[in-house]
């Protein structure tokens, strides 16, 4: 009894989701046993087919992208296509072509992710070139490919330069908010900030005044610092319990910086895998702010076992063994004890800041600047609210102190008010109790 063959379109449905070199070995399988071999065309027929000439004749110039040149060389590519309006195919084996959405400033563009484009002769150059854009996947970085005939190789080389050149001077992410993922190799997407001043956050002068003074590094004494030779990169370590203010911190500091500096707000999973990769993108994003929050979760302790590859990263592009200039880190931990003992010392960190719970006239700041905008501001007795709490107590619970008041009582509130919500303690979560089956 003969099995019965799947046609190809059926084939393609259920490969959906599997990696490309899978998906295409076995399209390919399936469309000589259906008899309709040939019939897909790939980014290699694409190229041989309009430049004549077979694929392993070719020449072609190419260069390794960085998450920043590849949306600089997209935007170049993006308008080239919308100016001479050329054939585009496959980019990746016989994937359609792909485009990506993104944002700025309040306008959305579109750009080439993945495609292969091919301008006549006489367009880019004297002869016709085919311009390929791949994206990032697990195995590679993104990249950009001019082909051209064997006979044509220095008009290859041309349009590539005048790509390269024109993306350069685009640098469409410098001076913006980023947020660092990791989805098949390095992501950065623009993103912003919340509005935070100093004053908003009730912390002491001190921690401020260390601030400002590692930031002079890379600012009002970077030029010093670079005569002197004494590096223009810093790192500040924020210490201290949840709640305490370390990322409110982290984003008021980068708030002040960011259009003169780009900023860097760097996922857990992004520094676990690609940290590297995002130190390398400082080198075309100008002076830069590195945010890591939580770095116990992946920076760990060689001597508990959980070091590893993330850890080497981080030492490596903390220790100034790798150059960047004009980079300040800015990184924070729940947990200094847990973090492994290379990963604090003065050649990684110039500063380490320990925040506290505050006490009870920083509690009273706190509150005070919460409830500022209600009517009834003036009449609360924050001072006897704040020595009400027993324990410990940090600038989240305070928030959530005067979030349920506000729920319940709405913007009328009153000391007893503020102390009675208190009093119920259902603001501070109970731990959870049971058993894990």
């Keep these: 009894m003969s099995t019965p063959v799947l046609p190809a379109t059926d084939l393609r449905e259920l490969l959906i989701g599997e990696d490309a070199c899978v998906r295409r070995s076995l399209e390919v399988l399936g469309e000589i046993l259906s008899g309709t071999a040939g019939s897909t065309e790939t980014d290699e027929t694409f190229v041989a087919r309009h430049l004549g000439v077979s694929h392993t004749s070719l020449v072609a110039e190419t260069v390794r992208l960085s998450a920043t040149s590849a949306l600089s060389v997209a935007a170049t590519l993006a ?60 195995y590679r970085g993104p990249a950009l490919f001019v082909y051209a005939a064997p006979e044509d190789r220095e008009v290859a080389r041309a349009v590539f330069d005048a790509i390269t050149a024109t993306a350069k001077s685009k640098n469409l992410l410098r001076g913006r908010v980023l947020h660092a993922t990791c989805n098949d190799g390095l992501q950065l997407d623009v993103t912003e900030l919340a509005s935070m001043e100093r004053s908003s956050l009730s912390v002491p002068q001190q921690v401020w005044d260390e601030i400002d003074t590692n930031v002079a590094a890379v600012t009002t004494r970077a030029e010093l610092m670079r005569a002197l030779d004494l590096g223009t990169r810093r790192g500040i370590l924020l210490a201290g ?65 959980t070091g590893g590859a993330a850890l080497a990263d981080f030492l490596a592009v903390m220790d100034g063994t790798e150059r960047y200039d004009d980079v300040l880190t800015i990184a924070s931990t729940n947990d200094p004890a847990a973090l492994d003992k290379a990963a604090t010392r003065a050649s990684r960190f110039d500063a380490i ?40 107590v940090s600038g989240a619970d305070l928030r959530e102190i005067v979030r349920r008041a506000v729920l319940i009582h709405g913007g009328d509130l009153s000391t007893e008010r503020l102390r009675d919500v208190v009093g119920q303690g259902r603001w501070k979560p109970e731990p959870l109790v049971g058993n894990y089956l």
């Design 353 to 392: 800041i320990h925040l506290d719970y505050p006490d009870v006239r920083g509690r009273a700041a706190i509150l005070r600047g919460l409830i500022a905008k209600l009517d009834c501001a003036d009449t609360v007795d924050v001072e006897q609210v704040a020595a009400s709490i027993g324990g410990d």
């Design 79 to 138: 308008e080239l296509i919308e100016l001479h309006s050329p054939a585009v195919g496959p980019g990746d084996g016989n994937d359609s072509p792909e485009w990506r959405r993104l944002e700025l400033d309040g306008v959305s563009f579109s750009l080439p992710k993945t495609l292969s484009t091919f301008f006549a002769r006489g367009i880019l150059g004297a002869a016709g070139v085919v311009v390929r854009l791949i994206a990032a996947d697990c």
């Design 241 to 305: 319990p949840p709640g305490v203010g370390k990322s409110a911190i982290s984003s008021i500091v980068a708030k002040e910086l960011v259009g003169d500096f780009t900023v860097i707000l760097v996922e857990a999973r992004a520094a676990m895998y690609v940290l590297r990769a995002v130190f390398e993108e400082t080198k075309e994003l100008g002076p830069t702010v590195v945010v890591l929050e939580d770095i116990d979760l992946y920076v760990g302790d060689r001597n508990n076992g």
